[in-house]
């Protein structure tokens, strides 16, 4: 478990990290919390012959909160979701979903940034972002431009992301309405066997939105829009609820692995949904 | 002093002794990451190697073509099966009897196995080496399941057919096929089919054990260093035998034992996994005498949990007869046991099944019949007894399922099944229908305590609730109440039957009393986490009189320590801790001769009182043993050489039998597959215990491997032969946040031919606790109609079974 040989460079702002992807191209490689793209070397998957650490790059970090959205610097870590209070009022599924990724130890290096960027379909923040909206910001030698997540993602690893950009924000509207993170893995430290975000508003009895997003049963995340639009305009009775499960179901495309076989995890996954629309309902 | 006759209880206190919740001497090191691991050794000069392993499970090596990889700067040197064969060393035995390859000889046979060493100046360089040793490989059929293997052409070890194509013996008898290794045999086989032909019931089951793997939290490794001027050799490596290192390398090496010192620093667990002899040895030695450097060699955890010592892989098939009334009258198994491309299993050399006949459990079953075939297949080596005796834990897994599912047949409770059948008080000594003769027991009441402990009835009624309220459609969890009563066979054992590659299973204690009343004893064992610097120092402060903090425990060094065979099997206590209390008693003959002469009594006038020698009848008359050590060595007395030392070597009558009935209880998401544990309660009689604190210890860490074990840990193989649960991603070990808590409670009945009454803990609560949670899920599905469904219990072979039961309907 030993890596091939790299270069270590630690650069202090943003234009040190875009002048040296513009310098080694794609020999070079951006690490944030590094615990994904670490494994990935140590297993000599990866090949990085310059790492360029962000850890002291200006600007990446913090949470920010404006009226009507919120920003969280790439850098900002697992960790320091679970820790924020406001963040925890005003988008409190972030933190519910924090608390379901690895663990303690892992979430005090993960960050936002290199959870979304990575492209692992395992990654949880991924569809968190697809339901909630966000847009990531990347900026490069071209300037910086906006992605929403709903399409930012291709395949697993490929992402809308060009090699010499650097992710530097997430910026969400403020959620509104109930909110569950629903995720069923085999232990802790395990990426999802199927995990569910959902946010949904109710006025009166009635449900008026519903954002539904899918982990770990595609090769990217899956939000689903029609799974969200079988809920809208219902009181989500057995039938809506059903009827959302079967639009979701017809998103996703699963894979067999240890986890288990295709049929399980579809089954799962409609198990897991309906869990977290009941949860969001009731919370809404 | 004389009149300072301190009151006796805190005389007794004082020592730490025999059932004292003593705090773990170790620990002080360990919490402050002070311990001394094999990978914490760091000699001048020293040089590192590893492996070029191969990506297949089965192919020829045509080609290996290391230029590229002496190239890289730091590569010293890069060693092969050709480098190996003139030193005899490309081949080495294994505990089995069989030999395996050190490094590739023309084929490979499971994946991750052995090519090439890379010798380099540092580990990075050695990685960057391996990457470029270049290995011309033709695939060729791989054969993962051993009843194929039994069946198929595809000749795994050529090297075991002669040119005639004829098949000689091997080391336990003659082989039926290419790809078979033994068939043993124990019981009566018609006697026995006969009794299941004629019998009222009869359940049958098969069931698969599956692989998995110790999965210590250190991997294995080694130092070796050659001094090439004294030609001494020192071998450090996380070894649970030490002195069977040391008598193995000399063998193969022809190096003279007095010039091999092994030593076993720190062990970070070992479970069975460091018992055996493994390719990084003897490679690491050969770099050593060859670039008269030390040289360390450490796995990497893919490494360990791919290659080295792998445990279970059996495949049980079982019937079980009894009368309607629910006595059982006979049992038969077959095994089929899959032991990868060589036979590397750690068992004594009669028992190439290890302890399997101890398969009739703690039942009172007059006729039995057992057969195991062992098979060769394209997986990694071993089989061995992770946490527990010799294929103990397979033995106890079957017939703790083989009493569910004939309690099924019988349409009986469980419970009682097992308390109709029990071995009962006044049977022991009882000798079983396969052969052991069972120590002490006292089964009812351990089984009675532990019903009411957990309020076994009231259990009952609230599943049956459950069940009522699922099929009404209210709940969608079902609750599973998993029982367990094992025997463990422990303390290997009795030389005139146990012996690893001819070496003899007894263990050994050498003491030596300080002039001021300490003491150092030092053991033939070696402890990998289970205290023995704590427990036999209270094994010897009651015999002794001297206090437990006041004994140095040493063990491990084979320059220093008397020779034994090791730790693992639950050996250590039965074994070891027999003669440390019978040289402890040498010692104490010894001091009351001296004890006599300072009080100017006749020997026989004085007894042994806790920490000193009384004169009878007149307490206040007394020399302490802290006097008789100064004695000893600083007056002269007549008739009685100076000094206060002692060993004793103990060849055990008999092994121990401990046992415990355990209790699980288990609610599903029958829609998830996912458990929740609510409840274990485990009851353990490990004879006279020790220290208690640590047999809590042992019990918890036992349980949750055993945990582990029944509900996600496998090394599982795709149809390639490739190892798809490599990383402890996908190989369960389970943190604090999945084990349940643990209630554990305990009775006594001590071993009578042991010489303190203990049988030894360290094993039992996984051998009882893998059957316990596994009952548990088959228990919760029972009402439905589940017989048997294999383990591991994961979430999605969970849904499996509710999803073939109709449940998700
Ligand atoms: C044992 C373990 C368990 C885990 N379990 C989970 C889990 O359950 N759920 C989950 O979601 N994750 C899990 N993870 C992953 C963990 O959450 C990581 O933190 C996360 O995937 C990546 O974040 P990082 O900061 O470590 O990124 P890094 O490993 O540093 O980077 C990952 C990738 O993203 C790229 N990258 C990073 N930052 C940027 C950026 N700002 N701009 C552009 N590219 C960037 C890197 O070049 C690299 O390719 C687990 C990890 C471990 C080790």
Redesign the pocket.
């Known amino acids: 478990m030993i890596p091939a040989a790299f270069e270590y460079h630690r650069p202090k702002d943003l234009d040190g990290v875009l002048s040296l992807l513009t310098e080694h191209g794609d020999e070079a490689?951006?690490?944030?919390?590094?615990?994904?793209?670490?494994?990935m070397m140590k297993l000599r998957m990866a090949d990085v012959p310059h790492l360029i650490d962000?850890q002291d790059v200006a600007g990446?970090t913090g949470i920010s909160h404006s009226d009507n959205t919120i920003r969280l610097g790439?850098m900002v870590t697992?960790h320091d979701i679970i820790g924020d209070a406001k963040l925890a009022e005003r988008a409190p599924i972030l933190r519910e979903a924090a608390l379901?990724?690895?663990?303690p130890q892992?979430r005090y290096?993960?960050?936002v940034?290199?959870?979304v960027?990575?492209g692992?379909p395992?990654?949880?923040?991924p569809g968190l972002m697809q339901c909630l909206d966000a847009v990531f910001t990347l900026v490069g030698p071209e300037g910086t431009r906006d992605v929403p997540a709903r399409d930012f993602y291709e395949a697993a690893y490929m992402t809308a992301?060009e090699d010499d950009?650097?992710?530097?924000a997430v910026t969400i509207p403020v959620p509104r309405g109930g909110y569950a993170y629903e995720k069923q893995?085999r232990k802790i430290?395990?990426?999802?066997t199927a995990a569910a975000a959902v946010q949904i508003v109710k006025d009166g009895g009635t449900c008026t939105a519903a954002s539904i997003a899918m982990t770990n049963l595609s090769d990217t995340p899956v939000y689903s829009d029609a799974a969200g639009a079988a809920l809208i305009g219902t009181s989500l009775d057995d039938a809506a609820r059903a009827a959302a499960v079967a639009a979701m179901l017809g998103d996703i495309d699963p894979t067999e692995d240890n986890r288990g076989p295709v049929a399980f995890k579809i089954h799962v996954a409609g198990v897991i949904l309906n869990r977290a629309i009941e949860r969001a309902w009731a919370r809404a | 002093m004389k009149d300072d006759v301190e009151n006796r209880e805190d005389r007794v206190a004082n020592l730490k002794g025999l059932g004292c919740s003593r705090k773990r001497v170790e620990d002080a090191r360990f919490t402050q990451g002070k311990g001394n691991y094999v990978d914490d050794i760091k000699l001048d000069g020293m040089i590192f190697g590893d492996f070029v392993r191969s990506p297949y499970a089965h192919a020829r090596i045509k080609s290996i073509d290391a230029s590229a990889a002496l190239e890289v700067p730091g590569v010293l040197a890069v060693l092969t099966a050709k480098d190996l064969e003139p030193l005899g060393l490309h081949w080495m035995p294994t505990l089995a009897g069989d030999k395996q390859m050190v490094l590739a000889d023309g084929k490979v046979l499971f994946q991750g196995q052995e090519v090439a060493f890379v010798v380099a100046e540092d580990r990075y360089a050695a990685a960057d080496g391996i990457e470029l040793v270049e290995v011309d490989y033709e695939e060729l059929p791989v054969i993962v399941d051993p009843f194929e293997a039994l069946k198929s052409d595809v000749v795994l070890r050529e090297d075991l057919v002669a040119e005639d194509g004829s098949l000689p013996d091997g080391a336990h008898g003659p082989r039926k096929h290419a790809n078979h290794i033994f068939t043993w045999e124990a019981g009566d086989k018609d006697p026995t089919e006969e009794v299941i032909a004629n019998a009222e019931v009869v359940a049958e089951e098969s069931m698969y054990y599956h692989r998995t793997h110790p999965c210590p939290l250190e991997t294995c490794g080694c130092v070796a260093s050659m001094d090439k001027v004294n030609g001494k050799l020192t071998l450090w490596g996380t070894f649970q035998a030490p002195h069977a290192i040391r008598t193995v390398v000399s063998l193969i090496s022809g190096i003279e034992e007095h010039n091999i010192r092994v030593i076993s620093p720190d062990i970070g667990g070992g479970f069975g996994n460091k018992v055996g002899a493994y390719p990084g040895y003897v490679c690491s030695v050969v770099a050593s005498i060859v670039t008269g450097k030390p040289v360390k060699w450490i796995e990497d955890r893919m490494d360990n949990l791919m290659t080295t010592a792998f445990a279970r892989d059996y495949w049980m098939t079982g019937k079980i007869s009894a009368t309607k009334e629910g006595k059982i009258t006979g049992l038969h198994c077959h095994v089929t046991a899959d032991h990868g491309g060589f036979d590397a299993c750690a068992d004594p050399t009669k028992f190439p099944a290890g302890f399997m006949n101890i398969c009739t459990g703690s039942y009172d079953i007059p006729t039995a019949y057992l057969a195991v075939d062992g098979v060769y297949t394209n997986k990694a080596p071993g089989g061995v007894s992770y946490r527990c005796s010799f294929r103990v834990t397979e033995a106890v897994y079957f017939i703790e399922r083989m009493i569910e599912v004939l309690a099924i047949e019988l349409n009986m409770d469980a419970a009682e099944l097992r308390r109709v059948n029990f071995i009962r008080k006044e049977q022991f000594p009882y000798t079983a229908a396969l052969g052991w003769e069972y120590d002490s027991g006292d089964y009812h009441t351990a089984w009675e305590k532990a019903l009411k402990a957990v309020d076994y009835e009231g259990l009952r009624a609230e599943q049956a609730q459950r069940i009522a309220d699922f099929k009404a459609g209210k709940t969608r969890s079902l609750m599973g109440i998993g029982l367990s009563f094992f025997t463990e066979i422990v303390g290997a054992g009795p030389v005139k039957n146990c012996d690893i590659l001819g070496l003899g299973m007894f263990d050994s204690c050498e003491i030596r009393i300080h002039p001021t009343g300490s003491a150092i004893a030092r053991l033939g064992t070696i402890s990998q986490g289970q205290g023995h610097a704590t427990t036999f120092a209270q094994i010897l402060a009651s015999e002794i009189g001297l206090p437990a903090d006041s004994i140095t425990i040493e063990e491990g060094d084979t320059d220093t320590a008397p020779y034994g065979l090791g730790t693992y099997g639950s050996r250590s206590t039965p074994v070891a801790g027999a003669a440390t209390a019978m040289a402890g008693r040498k010692i104490r003959a010894k001091a009351q001769m001296i004890a006599a002469y300072l009080l100017e009594v006749h020997d026989n006038d004085v007894e042994f009182d806790v920490d000193r020698f009384v004169v009878k009848g007149a307490p206040e008359r007394f020399k302490t043993m802290k006097e008789i050590a100064f004695a000893a060595y600083n007056q002269a007395i007549p008739g009685i050489e100076p000094g206060l030392e002692a060993v004793s070597y103990y060849d055990p009558p008999n092994m121990t039998y401990p046992f415990g009935a355990y209790v699980c209880v288990m609610d599903i998401d029958v829609d998830t597959g996912v458990t929740d544990i609510r409840r274990f309660y485990a009851l353990d009689d490990c004879g006279t215990r020790i220290n208690p604190m640590i047999i809590e210890g042992q019990v918890h860490g036992g349980l949750t491997e055993a945990l582990a074990v029944a509900m996600g840990q496998e090394i599982a193989y795709d149809d390639m032969g490739n190892v798809k649960t490599g990383t402890l991603?996908d190989f369960f070990l389970p943190t604090a946040w999945e084990v349940p808590n643990y209630e554990t409670d305990y009775t006594v009945t001590p071993s009578p031919h042991h010489p303190i009454g203990a049988k030894g803990v360290g094993e039992s609560p996984h051998v009882g606790g893998v059957p316990a949670f596994s009952n548990a899920v088959h228990d919760a599905f029972r009402a439905f109609g589940l017989r048997h469904t294999n383990m591991p219990h994961d979430h999605w072979r969970i849904w499996r079974t509710a999803h073939e039961l109709g449940l998700h309907a």
């Not at chain 1, 379901?100 to 663990?103: L, R």
């Not at chain 1, 395992?122 to 923040?125: A, E, F, I, L």
């Open positions: 490689r951006v690490m944030a919390g590094g615990h994904s793209l670490i494994p962000l990446l790439a697992q379901q990724i690895a663990d892992v290096m993960g960050t940034g290199g959870n960027a990575n692992d395992g990654n949880d923040m992301r950009e650097v992710l530097t893995k430290g395990d990426y999802a | 991603m």
